[in-house]
C-alpha cells in the first residue's frame, strides 16, 4: 500500500480524556479514533491488525471443531426474561423501547439466544456435542470506559458455545478450549495465565480466566512465576509473598492483569429455562449441558499494545502487524529515487511481503522516522540517495538499533524467512 494515497494520518492532537497508553499510541498512530468513550472506530491500519488477530482465533477456534456463525445484536425482552436476566443485567445491559413499544436490548452477551438456537438444531444424543462460535459486536453501558480499547461499551468479543450431554463431555471440551485460547495469545504475542476466578452468575464452579501482565490491567492476580498457577484476588485466600499452594516452592506475586478470556462451565443454567433439551438412548428428555467461551477482540489488540510499546511508539509482533514492513523513501524525491522506490516496493508486494510504502513527498525525512516508529512495523526498510547509489537499502528491526545495509535480494530473504 502506498502511503501517500492510503486514508491516514498520524495525529498530533488526541482526546485529553484518554489516559491509557494502548488508546494515545492507537490514536495518535491513527490505528482508531474515538467516537465518544468506549466507543471507537477502526481506521484502515487498525482494521488491519484487528484483521490479523480475528484471523487467529479463526483458525484456533476451527481447528477446534467449531463452525463460525452471527448472532443478532438487538434481542427482544422475551427471550432475556426466560432466565431472569432482563432485570439482572439491567444495569450493564442497553434496554429501551421501539418505536412501536416493544422492549429490546442489545446483547453484552449471547447465552440466551444461543439456547434458543440450540432447540432448533439439536434432538438427541447423536447430535451431541457440538459447538459453534461468532466473532460480534456486544454492548455493555460500562460504568468506567477509561482503558481505551480494554474497556469499550461498543466491543467485539468472539463467543464460542459448546453443547454436551454430560458434565464429563464439557469437562473435555473445556480443557481443549483451554489449549485453543492459550495458542491464540501466544500466537499475538502474549504470555498469558489460566486464573481461577468466580463463575460469576452463571456456575458455582470457579471459571477460568486468561490474565495477562500488564500495568495497564484492572485485574489484580496472585501468580507463582514458578509452576503458574494464577488466582483472580477476587476470590483467593492467599497473600503476596506466600508459598505457593500447587508447586510449594514458588512464591506468590501480586500483579496487574488484562482479562483477555473467560472460559465457564454453564451446566444447564441456560438449557432448563428455554427447554433446550435432547433425548438419551431412552428416549428420556435431558437439559444440554452447555459451556461459554469469551475472547475480548479488540481488548486484545490494546492489550498488545500496553505490551509491546516503548517511548515512540508501538512495537507489533510479526503476527498482527498491519504490514510487515514500512518502507521508507527519505531524502529529496528525485525522479530516480522515485523510480527506485518503487522498483524495491513492487519487488517486495512481488515476493510476497506486506509493505506499507512511505513514497510521501512533502513529509520530511524526520516525520518519516517519527511516524514510522510510532505506528511500529517489525521491519523498517529505507531507500534515499546514499543506498540508491550503491544499489543497496538499509534495514532495521522496529525493536533493534542497528541498522544493516544491504542487497534487496539478501533482505528478502529475512522476511520470507
Ligand atoms: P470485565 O471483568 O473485564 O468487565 P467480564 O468478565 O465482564 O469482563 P466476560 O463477560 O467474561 O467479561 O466477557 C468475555 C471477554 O470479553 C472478556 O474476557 C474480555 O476479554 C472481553 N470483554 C468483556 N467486557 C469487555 C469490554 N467492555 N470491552 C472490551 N472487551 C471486553
Ligand atoms: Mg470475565
Sequence with gaps: MRQSQLFFKTQKDFPKDEVAVNAQLLIRGNFVEKLMAGVYSYLPLGWRVRQKIVRIIEEEMNALGSAEILMPALHPRSVWDATGRWEGMEKIMYQFKDHSGREVGLGPTHEEIMAVIGKTVI?????LPRTVYQIQTKYRDEPRAKSGLLRGREFTMKDLYSFHTDEASLAEFYEEAKKAYLKVFTRAGLKSYITEASGGDFTKEYSHEFMVETDAGEDETFLCRLCGFAQNKEISKLKAKSNCPKCQSGVIDKVKTVEVGNIFKLGTKFSEPVGFTYKDTQGKMIPVVMGSYGIGVDRLMGTVVEVHHDEKGIVWPESVAPFQVHLLQVGEATPELQQFGTNVYDELVRS??????????RATTGEKFFDADLIGLPWRVVVSEKTMVQDKIELKRRNETNVKVMKLKECEKMFIE
Design 352 to 361: 510476497g511481503v506486506e509493505v506499507l510504502f512511505d513514497d510521501r513527498t
Design 123 to 127: 434432538d438427541s444424543y447423536a447430535d
